[in-house]
T-cell receptor
Framework: DQQVKQNSPSLSVQEGRISILNCDYT??????FLWYKKYPAEGPTFLIS?????DKNEDGRFTVFLNKSAKHLSLHIVPSQPGDSAVYFC???FGAGSYQLTFGKGTKLSVIP | GAVVSQHPSRVICKSGTSVKIECRSLDFQATTMFWYRQFPKQSLMLMATSNEGSKATYEQGVEKDKFLINHASLTLSTLTVTSAHPEDSSFYIC????????????FGPGTRLTVL
């Protein structure tokens, strides 16, 4: 049973517009949420994170929103750039303990020039 | 961010042979290293967690005798796929955790294993 769900396998957005990537999770005990970006044949790279005690975290063009009641988080990229084209993984972390991450299946974002 | 390397990046082997994949943290000491496997269009699935100097902890469903993990130093962990079969063909990714913040888990570039 998937604990982290990214229901959209792909998303296409025009350059300059907003990209919104969504992620749903099942366990309200998750403590920390992260977004990773992955290019083909490369490992994921950390993008942005948010603690369960917050509902928004912003870093430049990237903003992550957390809706705990809906167990939903989203990543907003604005304005989108062609270099943002990659697969984006949502990951969750329980908190104190082993620092294991549980990943969603990823969403492939294509930013069209 | 810190750098994690993996070697080889790509390996093709015959069924029944063993393959060793190395994961190195180049500019930090990884107290914990994780090994993941990713099948096409699937998420990264954690296989095992290893701490330097101790036995790896395997996730449910991962055969520890098939996937041997050694974490001999704070900068090197190895995954050996023993008696590989075609169903073991996958993308294997390691990550190193520096032990200060959950954000500080750095991933290697991955190893594409193809078993003929």
């Amino acid at each position: 049973d998937q604990q982290v769900k990214q229901n959209s396998p792909s998303l296409s957005v025009q350059e300059g517009r907003i990209s919104i990537l969504n992620c749903d999770y099942t366990n309200s005990m998750f403590d920390y949420f992260l977004w990773y970006k992955k290019y083909p044949a490369e490992g994921p790279t950390f993008l942005i994170s948010i603690s369960s005690i917050k509902d928004k975290n912003e870093d430049g063009r990237f903003t992550v929103f957390l809706n705990k009641s809906a167990k939903h988080l989203s990543l907003h990229i604005v304005p989108s750039q062609p270099g943002d084209s990659a697969v984006y993984f949502c990951a969750v972390f329980f908190g104190a303990g082993s620092y294991q991450l549980t990943f969603g299946k990823g969403t492939k974002l294509s930013v069209i020039p | 961010g810190a750098v994690v390397s993996q070697h080889p990046s790509r390996v093709i082997c015959k069924s029944g042979t063993s393959v060793k994949i190395e994961c190195r943290s180049l500019d930090f000491q990884a107290t914990t290293m994780f090994w993941y496997r990713q099948f096409p269009k699937q998420s990264l699935m954690l296989m095992a967690t290893s701490n330097e100097g101790s036995k790896a902890t395997y996730e449910q469903g991962v055969e520890k005798d098939k996937f041997l993990i050694n974490h001999a130093s704070l900068t090197l962990s190895t995954l050996t796929v023993t008696s590989a079969h075609p169903e073991d063909s996958s993308f294997y990714i390691c990550s190193g955790y520096s032990g200060t913040s959950v954000n500080e888990q750095f991933f290697g570039p991955g190893t594409r294993l193809t078993v003929l």
